[in-house]
């Protein structure tokens, strides 16, 4: 059983399209997260959700809007893509506080 | 926020050899982790190591947090050890997220 999945897992899209990552976590942690990988492998914070409430929003295009239906859920939808969004996207969670466990990642590439 | 340095920033090691590897950070922390990220992109949890030592197989780590750092130790490394090794730590007067190292590469050849 996966603790933390997100679909898809590869994503190749044209410029000026509208996509979503979805994440669900069955590990019944309090809070979840979504980081962006860059091409040179950095790890950034972009949001995180502590019980369906945004409690980080780092400075993050407004194309870029997280969604938490319940905790066990945080999906991330992005408006009009830009060659610059093409990265790995990873979702993560983890208790509060406590050991943070990531998912897969998501390779979104924007022609 | 906190600032998190990791070195060497790439290293090639010989299947069999030893080694250490570094993170320094800024602040003081109440969450710090290592991550292997493998040559498929997986990010696997290696230790969360707050403070201690802990050891897992070939892997041990230590934080020594009053001076702010930790090391991971790889012994007897084998091919797939190889991969990127991240850093990353939490201080709660700064953030609600760990923060990243730009991550140790390594390479171990046969």
């Known amino acids: 059983d996966t603790a933390v999945s997100q679909t898809p897992k590869y994503l190749v899209t044209q410029m000026g399209n509208d996509k979503s990552i979805k994440c669900e976590q069955n590990l019944g942690h309090d809070t979840m997260y979504w980081y962006k990988q860059d091409s040179k492998k950095f790890l950034k914070i972009m949001f995180s959700?502590?019980?369906?409430?945004?409690?980080i929003n780092e400075t993050v295009p407004n194309r870029f809007s997280p969604k938490s239906p319940d905790k066990a859920h945080l999906n991330l939808h992005i408006n009009s893509l830009e060659l610059g969004d093409s990265a790995v996207y990873f979702c993560?969670?983890?208790?509060?506080?406590?050991?943070?466990?990531f998912g897969e990642g998501s390779r979104l590439t924007v022609l | 926020g906190i600032q998190v340095e990791q070195s060497p920033p790439d290293l090639i090691l010989q299947e069999g050899a030893n080694s250490t590897l570094r993170c320094n950070f800024s602040?003081?922390?109440?969450?710090l982790q290592w991550f292997h990220q493998n040559p498929w992109g997986q990010l696997i949890n290696l230790f969360y190591i707050p403070s201690g030592t802990k050891q897992n197989g070939r892997l041990s780590a230590t934080t020594v947090a009053t001076e702010r750092y930790s090391l991971l130790y790889i012994s007897s490394s084998q091919t797939t050890d190889s991969g990127v090794y991240f850093c990353a730590v939490l201080n709660s007067n700064s953030g609600y997220a760990l923060n990243f190292g730009k991550g140790t590469s390594l390479l171990v050849t046969p």
């Open positions: 993560a969670s983890s208790p509060s506080p406590g050991e943070l466990f």
């Open positions: 959700y502590n019980n369906k409430e945004l409690i």
């Open positions: 602040d003081s922390v109440n969450n």
